[in-house]
């Protein structure tokens, strides 16, 4: 028989599995979150002509303007400036280094952004440009994109070489063409037609961040940033922060064209599984090695997906409202689901679309990361297994904890481990494992694994809070992206959506309630970003720079938030 070793070590777990607490104290699951008469209404579309400075239909469509952006975006792509999870922090791990060429690259490509900008570094490689608006009464905007990009896992298997910023005549192709660098060309590229006018000072301070390390969370760069910008301005100081994400824009019927930036982000958390177990000569083997225990565990939780919810007045419930009303022959079963309330039955239809649309409903669980066994006829001693999570509105981290916990428990009865599950560590559950005489594996004889089991966590993110879709702020947000993206005889319809991943707007909350993740691109016109052949349609990409443009414009002829409407609403 194996012998029984089961101990479960956490700050706060009392209580058993039956009254598992499924809601962190500190992030309130959502329920109903809208206004059951949400209707979606659409503010007019908001023409910037009236400042004289040039339309962007003029100075960012004919080809010369495209093989300038071209250039632009070729030069960028082509530094590799690849963050890995294991980098050291700047100034340490000489990985970071290539940095300092990407800041040479944008400092040639875009001199007047570097002349009239104020150009500050954030822990060495953090950047925030600044000018400063005439009119100090008026919050900055805040624009925001990543300098880094994921590693390449073997370039062979391109079309092209990744760093090689190959242009088609139609796509760039490359690592970073799509996420993010597309978001940090055509931001610095409408700033510089800008400030190429020598006399246009915009009235309202504009900001742009540049974080280094966004795929490896954000915490050396925008996390730093943040930090900076909040001890410069305040908590929220700033009108609006516009950054990349969203689901950029879906044509439906020919005739309606919606706009879907991400007006929230799913929580996230990693849970690590470290198992250290006896080892040994292979040619006596335990019935099961460290790895086959281990993926027991991942079988057990692939096996158990989360459950998918529709929430009334969530931001994808309201597109679906959006959906129903100017397109309503779409999905006629959405639409007439919606009609009669039934979600529980929407729920079921809309998991069944994609799983980009499955898993805005869902918490998504994903073993990403498996290290385990040095030599081939070497039983392994320790085996390391990574379990990437995106919360979903209706979850928790705590939820996630306990559902790993409720998950492992018939796994770790029957190999006789201890276990130590995420000690002193925040966002616990109340749960306690039970001690269980472990199954024998129908053997005559005593197998000791002497399996130890430690459980712990990275990256904990709550949920964030959703964005508003009304009020001036949003006015001019959907206004301008109705102007810059009209055509004859269609309708363009701003709603906001809900991102499945997470952007360094994480470590911006703090900065605005008026938060947007949008890649203002055509659904179809980028692809692969984190995998092979990455690739961005530069056709497309121009219609992004235009949209800056005209955004940058319209926030700046239009006085609203301004420091004095806080002052007067913190005296109420």
């Keep these: 028989m194996i012998v029984p070793k089961?101990?479960?070590?956490?700050?706060?777990?009392?209580?058993?599995?039956?009254?598992?607490?499924?809601?962190?104290?500190?992030?309130?699951?959502?329920?109903?979150?809208?206004?059951?008469?949400?209707?979606?209404?659409?503010?007019?579309?908001?023409?910037?002509?009236?400042?004289?400075?040039?339309?962007?239909?003029?100075i960012f469509s004919d080809d010369k303007a495209l093989q300038l952006q071209v250039k632009r975006h070729a030069?960028?792509?082509?530094?590799?400036?690849?963050?890995?999870?294991?980098?050291?922090?700047?100034?340490d791990d000489p990985r970071w280094d290539v940095f300092y060429d990407?800041?040479?690259?944008?400092?040639?490509?875009?001199?007047?952004?570097?002349?009239?900008?104020?150009?500050?570094?954030?822990?060495?490689?953090?950047?925030?440009?600044?000018?400063?608006?005439?009119?100090?009464?008026?919050?900055?905007?805040?624009?925001?994109?990543?300098?880094?990009?994921?590693?390449?896992?073997?370039?062979?298997?391109?079309?092209y070489p990744p760093f090689s910023a190959h242009f088609d005549g139609q796509w760039l192709w490359g690592r970073g063409a799509s996420d993010d660098k597309n978001s940090l060309t055509g931001l610095m590229s409408a700033l510089e037609a800008l400030l190429l006018n020598p006399f246009w000072v915009p009235r309202r301070t504009i900001i742009l961040a540049l974080g280094f390390d966004e795929e490896c969370s954000g915490c050396r760069g925008a996390g730093y940033i943040g930090r900076f910008l909040e001890k410069r301005y305040g908590p929220d100081s700033i009108a609006l922060i516009l950054d990349e994400g969203g689901m950029g824009l879906q044509l439906l019927g020919n005739d309606t064209l919606y706009a879907l930036p991400a007006v929230m982000e799913k929580g996230h958390v990693d849970i690590w599984l470290e198992l250290y177990v006896n080892g040994g000569h292979s040619s006596t083997p335990f019935p099961h090695t460290g790895i086959g225990i281990m993926t027991e565990f991942v079988n057990q939780l692939e096996s158990n997906p989360w459950k998918p919810k529709l929430i009334k007045g969530s931001p994808i419930y309201n597109h679906f409202v959006c959906q129903a009303k100017y397109s309503p022959?779409?999905?006629?079963?959405?639409?007439?689901?919606?009609?009669?309330?039934?979600?529980?039955?929407?729920?079921?239809?809309?998991?069944?679309?994609?799983?980009?649309?499955?898993?805005?409903?869902?918490?998504?669980?994903?073993?990403?990361?498996?290290?385990g066994g040095v030599k081939i006829n070497a039983m392994p001693e320790y085996i390391k297994i990574g379990v990437n999570h995106r919360i979903a509105p209706q979850d928790s981290i705590s939820a996630v904890k306990a559902n790993i916990l409720k998950q492992i428990k018939p796994i770790v009865n029957k190999f006789g481990l201890s276990v130590s599950a995420f000690k002193g560590e925040e966002h616990n559950p109340d749960i306690e494992l039970d001690e269980e005489i472990p199954d024998s594996l129908g053997l005559m004889y005593e197998v000791d694994y002497n399996g130890t089991l430690v459980l712990t966590s990275s990256q904990p993110t709550l949920v964030a809070p959703i964005s508003p879709t009304s009020g001036p702020?949003?006015?001019?947000?959907?206004?301008?992206?109705?102007?810059?993206?009209?055509?004859?005889?269609?309708?363009?319809?701003?709603v906001g959506e809900l991102m499945t991943g997470n952007t360094d707007t994480r470590h911006y909350l703090n900065l605005t309630s008026h938060i947007y993740r949008w890649t203002p691109t055509r659904q179809g016109h980028n692809a692969n970003a984190h995998t092979v052949d990455?690739?961005?349609?530069?056709?497309?990409?121009?219609d992004a720079v235009r949209f800056y443009?005209?955004?940058?414009?319209?926030?700046?002829?239009?006085?609203?938030?301004?420091?004095?409407e806080q002052r007067d609403i913190g005296e109420l």
């Design 102 to 159: 990407l800041h040479r690259v944008f400092a040639a490509l875009y001199p007047n952004v570097h002349l009239r900008m104020d150009r500050e570094t954030v822990n060495i490689f953090g950047l925030v440009y600044t000018i400063k608006g005439t009119d100090p009464a008026l919050k900055p905007i805040m624009l925001a994109a990543h300098q880094d990009v994921v590693p390449v896992a073997d370039a062979s298997t391109w079309k």
């Design 549 to 564: 443009y005209d955004l940058i414009r319209n926030f700046d002829a239009t006085p609203v938030a301004t420091f004095e």
């Design 473 to 494: 702020i949003w006015d001019i947000f959907s206004g301008t992206i109705q102007h810059s993206f009209a055509f004859e005889d269609g309708k363009v319809v701003p």
């Design 534 to 542: 990455e690739r961005v349609d530069m056709y497309s990409h121009m």
């Design 75 to 91: 030069a960028i792509v082509r530094v590799p400036s690849i963050s890995y999870d294991d980098n050291g922090d700047p100034g």
């Design 329 to 371: 022959d779409a999905a006629p079963n959405i639409t007439k689901l919606l009609s009669k309330g039934d979600l529980d039955t929407l729920t079921e239809e809309l998991v069944t679309i994609d799983r980009a649309t499955q898993y805005r409903i869902q918490t998504s669980q994903a073993v990403d990361y498996f290290f």
């Design 6 to 58: 089961l101990a479960l070590v956490a700050s706060v777990f009392s209580t058993v599995i039956a009254r598992s607490i499924l809601q962190d104290e500190a992030q309130e699951v959502l329920e109903d979150v809208a206004p059951a008469d949400f209707q979606c209404d659409v503010p007019p579309a908001l023409d910037p002509s009236k400042d004289g400075l040039p339309a962007a239909r003029d």
